[in-house]
């Protein structure tokens, strides 16, 4: 079964300038924004700029040059709010939910980089 990408998603209308993010950065291939409802002092979302709609989709689907920047992405998100452990930071939790069972919200592929706190256990049992 092919992977099917909505158009009308709310980070495609993001992406096309339609409705507004508050930007933390931009690469060519991937753009990151403040999530609109954080779960952590700081909450950023990363999302590639292709149409791509879970991580398993862009993993296999996306060129070799988005999945670089992407990846690329990311280590700068960490860099610019500090919390590289290596660097003297204090760490960060990276989540990528996909589909029916991981509760995904918005079907346009995000990593969620979320720091400022301990973040507790790493997978909580549904309400
Ligand atoms: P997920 O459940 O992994 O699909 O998460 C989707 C995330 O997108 C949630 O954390 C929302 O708070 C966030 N979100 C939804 N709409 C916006 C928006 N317009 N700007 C920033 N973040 C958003």
Partial sequence: MAYTYDPNNIFAKILRGEIPCNKLLETEHSLAFH???????????????????????????????????FVAAIGQVCKALGIQPGEGGRGYRAISNAGDDGVQEVPHLHVHILSGRSLGRMVGRPD
């Fill in 35 to 69: 999530d609109i409802r954080p779960q952590a002092p700081s909450h950023v979302l990363v999302i590639p700029k292709g149409p791509y709609v879970t991580f398993d989709h862009f993993a296999l689907e996306a060129s070799d040059a988005e999945r670089a920047d």
